[in-house]
């Protein structure tokens, strides 16, 4: 990975329960962005949270963020079948536009 | 809405051979990046353009190219194919080079080597 790694690598949870997944990187960022990936299918952008801020809301999506540990947290409340797919962080640094992808949690939600 | 549109969706070569892969980005977006992700891998950033202009630079092999053209559509031109370069090859639109934009990627291009 780019920019570090992804815990856990999988999740496999009740349909109803909440999803947390982790993601640690290793520059200073100026954002951090969430995305979503089902099976053979293009990424589709989640949240994005400014590396000024702590805490983020969009739905049932919460992000943490914390850049004295450089980590951040997505937590899935309520859970549904249609949440299953893959779930990256990406990092903008602080000297480029591009986002460094991590190594993605692979969240399966069981009906 | 439109989104990012990529051809082939599909492409088999045999070894050596070239590929083309094509990406049209988002109406009024100027920035388009290409990002290669294996099975089972995160996406690799390889490069992006900017008003048509190479912006940044990833791990892009040095047979592979890729440029943006004036109607702002880019291709990522790939030569002396290997067995690992299949992946599936995503491309990416945004709107200006700036920070903080979210990225809207197309549904990419699953090229195959054999």
């Not at chain 1, 780019?2 to 960022?29: F, H, R, V, W």
């Not at chain 1, 995305?35 to 049932?60: A, D, F, P, T, W």
């Not at chain 2, 291709?75 to 290997?82: G, I, K, Q, R, T």
């Not at chain 2, 709107?95 to 990225?103: D, F, Q, R, V, Y």
Request: some cysteine; hydrophobic content about 30%.
């Amino acid at each position: 990975s780019q920019q570090g790694e992804e815990d856990p690598q999988a999740l496999s949870i009740q349909e109803g329960e909440n999803a947390t997944m982790n993601c640690s990187y290793k520059t200073s960022i100026n954002n951090l962005q969430w995305y979503r990936q089902n099976s053979g299918r293009g990424l589709v952008h989640l949240i994005l949270i400014r590396s000024n801020e702590r805490e983020k809301h969009s739905g049932r999506l919460r992000v943490t963020l914390d850049t004295s540990k450089k980590s951040s947290s997505l937590l899935i409340t309520a859970s549904r079948a249609a949440d299953t797919a893959s779930y990256f962080c990406a990092t903008e640094g602080s000297n480029d536009y591009k986002l460094s992808f991590g190594a993605g949690t692979t969240v399966t939600v069981r009906a | 809405a439109a989104g990012v549109i990529q051809s082939p969706r599909h492409l088999i070569k045999e070894k050596r051979e070239t590929a083309t892969l094509k990406c049209y980005p988002i109406p009024r977006h100027d920035t388009v990046y290409w990002y290669q992700q294996g099975p089972g891998q995160d996406p690799q950033f390889l490069i992006s353009f900017y008003e048509k202009m190479q912006s940044d630079k990833g791990s892009i092999p040095d047979r592979f190219s890729a440029q943006q053209f004036s109607d702002y559509h880019s291709e990522l031109n790939m030569s002396s194919l290997e067995l690992g370069d299949s992946a599936l090859y995503f491309c990416a639109s945004s709107t200006g080079h700036s920070t903080n934009e979210k990225l809207f990627f197309g549904s990419g291009t699953q090229l195959s080597v054999l």
